[in-house]
């Protein structure tokens, strides 16, 4: 239903010459170019987007805690280490940020930054693999990852 209208059902207009976004699914019978959702695929879509968001949270705080604690002048696996906590925490905070806008970017630029951050979260995750006492940052890094999978899987 539609907060501001509760006599009427959640309508968003179709754009012209993009792709449909995870709205305009579904065509209920609507004028041209104006579709439905139900109501249940309305609120999977944004608890989905929700516990992306949270995970991508999580994610780059832990990932920031990680690249703080190796040392700056260590190994060169050290660094590594360290550049790829430090590069899934500023992708993690981009993509909670895209996430939590009201009217942020269309279907498809959300997609590719929500895709471009799981990428990030599974190379950051390998690292951490092989760096002793990482495990806290490589098992949020994988929930993040499985975050991102599962929302957009609300997008196709």
Known sequence: MNPARPDRPFRKP???????????R??????????????QELFQ??????????????CARTCA???????????????FVRRKGIMCAEVCDTTCRVLSEQNSLDESAIRIQVEWCRTVC?????AFDRHPGAEDGAKATRECAQ????????LN
């Open 14 to 24: 179709a754009r012209v010459g993009s792709p449909a976004p995870v709205f305009d």
């Open 26 to 39: 579904i065509d209920r019978g609507n004028p041209p170019g104006v579709t439905t959702t139900t109501q």
């Open 45 to 58: 879509f944004l608890e989905d987007r929700f516990a992306c968001a949270q995970a991508c949270t999580e």
């Open 65 to 79: 805690l990680r690249a703080s604690m190796v040392d700056a002048d260590g190994t060169q696996e050290q660094e």
């Open 122 to 126: 599974l190379e950051s995750a390998h």
């Open 147 to 154: 975050a991102c999978t599962d929302f957009l899987a609300t």
